[in-house]
């Protein structure tokens, strides 16, 4: 007899050890930058992987590289971004660039605040109505390093 209440508790142990075992579903990229305050269009729609570790450094991948043209400017991503987010800041950011005149200059970090989203070009720093960030910008060139797209002025 003491085999059917063995059975019996084996049972609910399985049951809970399977529902234990479900998959994790993480944060999209999107869903991500919505927990930290940063519009979504900060990238383009390509970046769809990431590792966020506890001290808050991430790795972000993207399909391919990728250029952008946002507000007039162009902006080119590497395969790989990598940095440090917390709550409306990004900071020691690698792997996105903005094109001055004819060389692309790194972007280092950005920070959201009342309103403005304020991008840091070395130790320079542009600011830009949030509003202007509404969606992710489409990629018009597959890599960054390319010499022959256009040159633009940043002011």
């Known amino acids: 007899m003491a085999a059917p209440a063995a059975s019996a508790l084996l049972l609910p142990l399985l ?3 399977l529902a234990l075992a479900a998959p994790y579903d993480p944060p999209t990229v999107g869903e991500l930058m919505d ?9 383009p729609e390509t970046a769809r992987r990431y590792l966020l570790h506890e001290d808050g450094t991430f790795e972000l991948f993207l399909d391919d590289g990728c250029v952008v043209e946002a507000g007039g400017y ?30 692309w ?22 600011s830009f109505p949030v509003v202007g960030f509404k969606s992710s910008p ?8 390319e010499d022959d797209l256009l040159p633009f002025t940043l002011w």
Do not use: M, N
């Open 15 to 17: 049951l809970l050890g």
């Open 35 to 43: 927990r930290f305050g940063l519009p979504r269009a900060l990238l």
């Open 74 to 103: 162009q902006v080119g991503y590497d395969i790989e971004l990598s940095g440090t987010v917390s709550p409306g800041v990004v900071t020691g950011l690698e792997g996105v660039r903005v094109r001055v005149l004819f060389v």
């Open 105 to 126: 200059v790194p972007i280092t970090g950005v920070e959201v605040a009342d309103g403005e989203v304020t991008v840091h070009i070395g130790p320079v720093k542009k």
């Open 138 to 145: 489409q990629c018009i060139a597959g890599t960054v390093v």
